[in-house]
């Protein structure tokens, strides 16, 4: 399921994210060979609501997601932050 959680989120298909989460049990910590997770994809394209989403589905998953770092060295927040994606 990553590949299409990661095409998802790379393109803010929060709805289709939603639905997975409450009907598909997807796994959303999953990480990819760069190492990035859906997180790291909706923080570098700015999809706030996408990362609500998360958050609100399994906040300790999150608040762990937050912290992993890919291959560049990076946290979702660093990639947030490079792009100006903020609030």
């Given at each position: 399921?990553y590949v299409?959680?990661?095409?998802?989120?790379?393109h803010?298909?929060?709805?289709?994210?939603?639905?997975?989460?409450?009907?598909?049990?997807?796994?959303?910590n999953?990480?990819?060979d760069?190492?990035?997770?859906?997180?790291h994809?909706?923080?570098?394209?700015?999809?706030?609501?996408?990362?609500?989403?998360v958050?609100?589905?399994?906040?300790?998953?999150?608040?762990?997601m937050l912290?992993?770092?890919?291959?560049?060295?990076?946290?979702?927040l660093?990639?947030?932050?490079?792009?100006?994606?903020?609030?």
């Amino acid at each position: 399921y990553y590949v299409l959680t990661r095409c998802i989120a790379t393109h803010g298909q929060k709805e289709v994210i939603e639905y997975m989460i409450n009907n598909v049990s997807v796994q959303i910590n999953l990480r990819d060979d760069k190492k990035q997770s859906m997180l790291h994809r909706a923080a570098m394209f700015g999809y706030h609501d996408l990362i609500m989403l998360v958050a609100f589905h399994s906040p300790m998953v999150c608040r762990a997601m937050l912290d992993e770092l890919d291959l560049e060295k990076r946290s979702p927040l660093h990639h947030a932050a490079l792009k100006n994606h903020f609030r």
